[in-house]
């Protein structure tokens, strides 16, 4: 960890106050099952309100039951995610409304055919551990949507995945499908390849389908993702310590919930709160604020030792402009060097106004870019070179020097997009834009990349269940 | 105190956003049994018409409009129960707003809840979530002018357009002016919808509930 803005004391402030807030404002949540095993465990529950106050003791209590890492499996074994274990991932949005086709063009609704598209496109960049759904098919009923919107994705990759769960009764179905997947119950268990992701309303509150979910996912121990959008002066405090403190208090009380549902799920620590823009009325997802909260929210999950996911490497620009690139540069710089482990939600246009397979050209370039940041310096004794040095000499070359050959590929990163030209070869080439670059590569990488097969008979598994629940959920509708 | 220095000195207290001071006014209005319907009218009304000026030039910020707009609204809350002989205050008309069912996403549709107040407005904001059949039967109710409904979520877009079908069947469509908003809702879905009217943030809402009233 080399980016830290909070001492450990300051840490331990924050601490506190969210178990303040917990204890003697409490949190709504309108799910009476949850609440009686709140009461059960001695929470202070008002049945009517669907209000609890949830003492320090037993928020340490099931905080320390909590599976505090994880590993999510593609349909290949070996493309892996890793939480908590000192690892980074980098995930495309679970899915937007809009989409924008080219930069220029005018955005239009999400439909299913972009799922394929983003996902394969995502299945091909290196550096997307986990492929989202990127967009929101709004032709499909939302009762099963989300399951569609499943059996989609995983056509398309071969990695894990993301996608925006419904409710209880969708989430049945999707369950079956991780089942089929894998075989049977146990190895889809042992072998998650996606989770929820549990999205408190703040301030301090739950949603029930998000809640009511858990209680189908749990049953094969599925992790769990915990990350409310609290808006630094709308949904939360104006201040940013205020905002930290009641952030943390909504992700805690999401871990409760989950460890009154099944102790010991696994759980992700989503520090994503935002600031908001009070001149535009509009979300921030990125700006200087957005780098000190991801900082601190890192550190407040690491000090709990939890996996943590924070939003990171997006911008508020609705072009891959300068704007785009230092917002989604300097955050991610700061976020991956806070040493959280999931980053998220790339390929969108501003602030979730779209899904832009041209921005996510760009954050791969900037993801490239700042792993390699985070490379440890090799500082072997041979790196030094001192033999060579001498042999050089004063006013010597190293370009010919077995040691240059030897080393330079390791310790220089190569850009696949950035323009590093001589001026005059540059104009040869076309001198053309950042903009222009991403837009080429994505027509390179459309026309090129086809991912391996799902197996024929389980396709036609898979399609049966997404055919099932469209049966029972329309009917129930 | 001539009316007209108290007036000035209650425009002041909302552009101020002095809540102290403009809740003494109002009880003063209210202890010296002054007209009540010109204190809102000439003191309270023209306070919020130079907050909503000084946010569309930029000066204040969201927190400094939404303020003035609620401590203008507690006065009216003391004051309203005062008017003189039942006349029932002079308002730019009545809207009935919310986010439609099956959607939690309250912030954009307060935030035009409150601007509309702010400029003289009288909206009854039912929440988010709420079924259409409701909002239509406040909407009748309380005999509004303008129905506003809210909708983040491309599902429960569907909803929007649901209300315009329902007024359509009731037969009651030419006495509503519905207005459509949220983040994936375009002009082009408002005209899909046959509802009146679509505005992009705050602002827009109110310029467009004004010129569908003709104001
Ligand atoms: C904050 C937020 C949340 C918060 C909401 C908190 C709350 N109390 O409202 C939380 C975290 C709870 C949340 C939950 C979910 N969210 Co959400 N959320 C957002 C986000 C980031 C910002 C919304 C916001 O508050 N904006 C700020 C306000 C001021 O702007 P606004 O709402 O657009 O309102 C302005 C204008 O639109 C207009 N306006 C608004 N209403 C009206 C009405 C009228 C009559 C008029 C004239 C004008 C008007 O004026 C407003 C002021 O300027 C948006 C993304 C985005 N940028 O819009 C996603 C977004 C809306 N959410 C999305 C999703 C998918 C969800 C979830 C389903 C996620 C999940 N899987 O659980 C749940 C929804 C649950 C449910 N059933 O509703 C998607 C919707 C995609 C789609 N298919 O339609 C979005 C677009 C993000 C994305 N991924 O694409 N969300």
Redesign the interface.
Known sequence: MIAKVLTEQQINIIHQKSLIILERIGVIIPHDELLSRFAERGANVDMKDKRVRISADLVMELLSKAGKNFTLYGRDLSKKAEFGLGKRNYNTSGGQ??WIDNIDNKRR?SSLNDVATAVKFADALEKITIPGAMA?P?EL??AW?CVAVAFETIKNTTKPIIFWFHDRASAKFIVDIIIALRGDEKKAQKLPMFHPLLEP?SPLSF?FNGVDLLFETAQLNMPVSIGPMA?M???AP?TIAGTLAQENAEILAGICITQLIREGIPVCYGGICHAFD????QLIFSGPEQAIFSVAMTQMGKYYNLPVYINVGLTDSKRPDAQAGLECGLTLALGTAAGADIFGHMGICGV??ASSLDFLVMQSEIISYVESINRQINFEEKTFAIDIIEKVGPKGSFLDKQHTVEHFRNELWFPTLLDREYYDTWINKGASSMEKRCRKRKEEILATHKPERLADDVTKELEEIVKKAQRNLTSSA | MSQENLYGEISDAIVNLNEDKATELANKAIDENLNILNVIEEGFGAGIRRVGELWDA?EF???ELMRGAKIMQDCLDLLIPHLQGGIERKTLGKVVIATIE?D?HS??KT?VATMLRAYGFEVYDLGADVPAEKIIDEAIEKNVDIIGVSAL???TMLGQKKVVEILKKKGISNKFKVILGG??VTSKWVEECGADGYAG??VEAVELAKSLLHI
């Open positions: 409304a809009l609704y929101d709004h009923p939302v949507r309303v949603p808006q002066g709308l949904s104006a009070m001149k535009t009325t979730d106004q | 930029g910020f969201l927190p099956g939690i912030i954009g935030i979520l491309t599902t983040a994936p943030n705050a």
